[in-house]
């Protein structure tokens, strides 16, 4: 595994109009290009993650899994707008020569496709074998496959969709409203906003389980008053998150999840999921209902070249994260 940095000294156009003077890009690798340059596996991460997919997606990237780097070339990029080293709301404005805080720009995930495809490029790879996300992961991977087609042979999305539902905007509306009443909200330090951060994650936990997951493993087997495990495992989900992320981050990425719409700009979205010809493998989780199984069920109707397979899981969306072995063995099968 190495960690690289890349910054690309070139001014970046943004797709509401504004302008990167530079971009900064941090990603991981793991193993080593073959002879034939067919073995590169790309994995694009969802909205908190890093580019260390090995770290949180362990249960298909290491030795003897899914995706062994003994075998493939395997590469994850940090997404613009995060807080873990690539260009966003933490790194230096280079006008100023301070950080961007509140006036990073707004970014989409085809302003994200664009980032991952100036560091293709710089790193001279022609063909990618597979492309692979997860949630938001799939929504850039879905992008860059209708951008690039001829650089992939084959795309693996995992609870995902091809446009952002009215049901994910409005709960990431409450989420940046919670990070809005927090009164340090817009202060210029990486503290600004934890507090509405905290309360914008346990709004996100109880979308990522559900029912039965929540009464399953957080339900008293004692007579209580307070201090119930439900309540004190939110309280911990969103600690646990102010200490390795970003408000101003969470902001900005919900919003670039919101604008996701492969349809914007191009055509009617089944003509668009239509002309993908990308071979691909469509996974949705039974119990997720933040992006449920009809949002996959969906896109592999209308992808030519495309397998639809849902998994049994009572883990809501966090499935696609919590059940790697079983989506290692329908990627292997595919």
Not at 140 to 164: D, G
């Amino acid at each position: 595994m190495n960690k690289h940095f890349f910054t690309y000294r070139q001014p970046l156009k943004l797709e509401n109009g504004e302008t990167l003077s530079s971009l900064d890009i941090v990603y991981h690798t793991y193993g080593r290009v073959n002879d034939e340059k067919s073995n590169v596996i790309w994995f694009c991460h969802a909205l908190t993650a890093n580019s260390d997919v090995a770290d949180w997606w362990s249960s298909l990237v290491g030795k003897g899994k899914t995706y062994d780097p003994a075998k493939y070339f395997i590469i994850c990029a940090n997404i613009i707008g995060s807080c873990y080293g690539s260009s966003g709301p933490l790194t230096i404005n280079p006008e100023t020569q301070k950080p961007y805080y509140s006036t990073f720009p707004k970014v989409t995930i085809r302003d994200m496709v664009q980032a991952h495809i100036i560091l293709r490029k710089h790193l001279g790879i022609e063909k990618i074998n597979t492309i692979i996300g997860g949630s938001m992961g799939g929504y850039q991977a879905l992008e860059w496959v209708i951008t690039e087609p001829a650089v992939f042979e084959k795309m693996i999305l995992v609870s995902t969709s091809s446009q952002e539902s009215a049901w994910g905007i409005a709960i990431h509306t409450a989420q940046r409203l919670a990070i809005e009443t927090d009164l340090t909200w817009k202060d210029l330090n990486q503290q600004a906003g934890a507090q509405g951060l905290k309360t914008a994650r346990a709004i996100g936990m109880l979308t990522y389980r559900n029912y039965e997951a929540f009464v399953k493993t957080q339900t008293d087997n004692e007579n209580k008053l307070d201090n119930f495990k439900a309540s004190t495992y939110i309280n911990y989900q969103g600690e646990k998150l102010v200490k390795r992320f970003n408000a101003y981050s969470y902001w900005i990425l919900t919003k670039a999840m919101d604008s996701h719409n492969i349809a914007r700009g191009r055509s009617e979205i089944k003509s668009v999921l239509n002309s993908i010809q990308t071979k691909t493998l469509i996974i949705g989780i039974s119990s997720d209902f933040l992006c449920p199984v009809a949002e996959q069920k969906f896109m592999a109707q209308h992808i030519p070249n495309s397998h639809f397979i849902e998994i049994d899981s009572p883990y809501g969306h966090d499935g696609f994260l919590i059940e790697g072995k079983l989506i290692g063995e329908a990627i292997e099968r595919f």
